[in-house]
């Protein structure tokens, strides 16, 4: 059976190419909502209304998928809006289960990039229809017959079936409103995408009276409900108060629960229900031991849905317990067992992170899909108040028939041409090979190489200063290749802290010729504490602290003033990234500073010693 009073129609797309904002203007367009009550849920830098959590209004990117029902005339539209950055992929490989079709959103002017391709890849292995959506055709340097041609490209180079290659096109600009199927018609308002989910979004085809089946996709958290699961109804129909058994993805064991509340997606929140059936996506409260990736089945018939397949991690981090001297000042020093609890809490939701033990009790080894991945949790935890310290990134090794294999990346930078040299440098010194080069739109180079996973690290900070801050990069996860050589660590040595107190404008003074310093005067730091970067490629040990001697003497030079330069500050990002194997971040609710695994200059002389 059809159900045509239903579509389930997912917004897929590379980050930054507009994908919350055009689903933003179809709320706005729907006829749901009245001007002010959408003007109150608007807020942040750029006044998304999907963009809710606080790091996403930030960062300017969807971090966290999300669900909004809208009507169109009889019928409802389940709209589902993805992360567009690689490292939560994770997110958009399981919400895809949830959809029967996707929008697929391609920039007008940069084309289908890394994370197009992925996401493409993606709705092709479920099965779904995509209907593409050539965004911004209002930016000055549209080229929008070129884009097309690229998207068609792309979809042949990614198997496309005949039926699939001949995809329907819809010429839209998200931010102002407007959507064409004709370049020739001038376009008025988005009505041609809903006319697309009626006609295009093919109905859910489901059986109403089988067995239940819902597999769970997402997870919410409430603090008057507990636990809440979402999923999409497969089969039969899931009601109040009625008794499940619940199949486990990891091992394939059951639990019996019961069902205290069933809500639909309508508009932006939730709304609670007598039952849903079959083909709907709901809400589910009362099922606290359920996860991602388990079957809710009907009362003593379980029956599994095919498990949900989430691409492996690529990235490393030690997280431990803060033993930094200022540990417990600016927040709560999270403990062993607090630390554990915490992250075990994000593996219930966040499916693409792994977390195992470290070789010490107070440490845990967590791998993730990128840098942002892990940072974003970083600062999720900092925000909750609580403190820790992190290692430096490392690319997961895998060892295949005896032979070790590292995750590559393909990698995109489009930059003025006068930058290209640069690029190409930087690159091909990380082991990277060059796989095409041409004229981007403008006067722009568009390079794409085949990277070693752990080539990127750092390698956007050096990319943006070689380039004036011109170049646009993308990566996106490619395939496990054999190791290649090693290749150079950070180049400079840095300037560690010799004492505990507050850094001295006299003392920065005069170590302003050794390096480039990251503290400010009156600022506290303490010993073993990175206060520098050194000009040279040693470590040094310096005093950043020292006072000048007071005598009863006038210098002729007393009232003579030396400017000091304004202290290097690192995002947390780039200070994971600029950080070597023998040094720690210490991330707390206000800063985070960079030292040694061993604070004292003993310590660490006899660790060197050891190593040797």
Known sequence: ????????????????????????????????????????????????????????????????????????????VNLIDTPGHADFGGEVERILRMADGVFLLVDAAEGPLPQTRFVLKKAFAVGLKPIVVINKIDRPDARIDEVHSMVFDLFIEMGASDEQANFP?????GRAGIATNDMKVEPKD??????????????????????LQVQVTNLMYS???????????AAGKIRKNQKVTVVKQKDGTTF??????????????RREVEEISAGDVCAIVGIDEADIGDTICEFDKPNALPPLTIDEPTLDMLFKVNDSPFAGQEGKPLTSRELRDRLERELQHNVALRVKPGERESEFIVSGRGLLHLGVLLETIRREGGELAVGKPRVIIKEIDGKKYEPYEYLVIEVPTEHSGSVMRLVLERQGECVKMEGGHGNTTHIEFHVPARGLIGLRTKMMSGTQGMAIMHHNFLEYRPVKGTFPGRPNGVLISLETSKATGYAIEGLQERGTLFVKPMEPVYEGQIVGENNRDKDMTVNVTRLKALTNMRSAGADKTVPLKPPMEFALEAA??????DELVEVTPTAHRMRKVFLKEGDRKRADRGRA
């Open 1 to 76: 059976m059809k159900r045509n009073d239903i579509r389930n129609v997912a917004v897929v797309a590379h980050v930054d190419h507009g994908k919350t904002t055009l689903v933003d203007q179809m709320l706005r367009q729907s006829g749901l909502f009245r001007s002010e009550e959408l003007d109150k849920l608007v807020g942040g830098q750029h006044g998304l209304i999907m963009d809710s959590n606080d790091q996403e209004r930030e960062r300017g990117i969807t971090i966290l998928a999300k669900n909004c029902g809208i009507r169109i005339g009889d019928v409802k």
């Open 169 to 173: 096109v819809i010429y839209a600009s």
């Open 190 to 211: 988005l009505r041609p995408l809903f006319d697309a989910i009626l006609n295009t979004i093919p109905a859910p085809d489901v059986d109403v009276d089988a067995p």
């Open 223 to 233: 603090e008057f409900l507990g636990k809440i699961v979402v999923g999409r109804v």
């Open 256 to 269: 019996n629960d019961t069902v205290v509340q069933v809500q639909e997606f309508d508009r932006l929140a």
């Open 576 to 581: 994971l990234e600029y950080i070597e194997d």
